[in-house]
C-alpha cells in the first residue's frame, strides 16, 4: 500500500470508529435497510414508477437515470480497480462490517455515487422529488461510513464524481 494512502487510512479509520461503534441495534438496522434500497431496489422502483405514472416525461427521466446510472457503474468499478483502496473493515480489526460488502475496495462509494447521480437527474425533471430524495441519498451516503464499509473521503469523491456525472449527462440533453 502506498505510504500517502496508508496515512489517510489511518486518519480516516478514527472517523469511521467514531461512527460505527454504535450499540443500538435499531441504528444499526436502520442504516442496513437504507444501504439495503441504495443498492438499487429504491432507484430502480423510482425510474419504474416514473415511466409509468409520468406519460413521456417519465419515461425520459428513468431512460436518463438508467443511462447515468450504468455510466456510473463503468466509472465507479474502473476506479476501484485502480485504487484498490482496502475497506475500513478490512484495514482496521476493530471496525465490523455491519453489512457485506459487496465488492472488496472502498473507493470510490459505489452506492454514494449512484445516489447523487440518481437524485440530481430526478429532481432535474421533478423538483419536488427533491424533498424526498435528497434527505435518502444523505442517508445512503452516511450509511455507509456507519456500516463501516467506506471512509468519508469515499463518500465525498463519490458525492463529487456522482455531481459531475448527472451535471454532464444533463448538460447533453439541454
Given amino acids: 500500500?502506498?505510504?500517502w494512502l496508508q496515512h489517510l487510512n489511518e486518519l480516516e479509520s478514527t472517523v469511521c470508529?467514531?461512527?460505527s461503534v454504535s450499540r443500538r441495534q435499531w441504528i444499526r438496522h436502520f442504516f442496513a435497510l437504507v444501504s439495503r434500497l441504495g443498492d438499487g431496489v429504491f432507484w430502480y422502483s423510482l425510474m419504474a414508477i416514473l415511466a409509468l405514472t409520468q406519460g413521456l416525461h417519465g419515461f425520459q427521466a428513468a431512460l436518463h437515470m438508467l443511462i447515468t446510472g450504468a455510466v456510473a457503474l463503468a466509472l465507479y468499478k474502473?476506479?476501484?480497480g485502480v485504487t484498490r483502496r482496502e475497506r475500513p473493515c478490512t484495514f482496521a480489526n476493530d471496525i465490523v462490517a455491519l453489512v457485506p460488502p459487496?465488492?472488496?475496495y472502498s473507493f470510490p462509494s459505489g452506492h454514494t455515487l449512484h445516489a447523487v447521480a440518481f437524485t440530481t437527474v430526478a429532481i432535474h425533471y421533478f423538483p419536488p422529488l427533491a424533498w424526498v430524495l435528497v434527505p435518502f441519498t444523505l442517508l445512503v451516503a452516511s450509511s455507509r461510513v456507519v456500516l463501516g464499509l467506506h471512509y468519508?473521503?469515499?463518500v465525498l469523491v463519490a458525492t463529487a464524481i456522482g455531481l459531475a456525472l448527472a451535471n454532464a449527462s444533463l448538460s447533453l440533453i439541454l
Avoid: E
Fill in 152 to 154: 468519508p473521503s469515499d
Fill in 1 to 3: 500500500m502506498q505510504v
Fill in 78 to 80: 474502473s476506479l476501484k
Fill in 102 to 104: 459487496l465488492d472488496r
Fill in 17 to 19: 470508529r467514531t461512527f
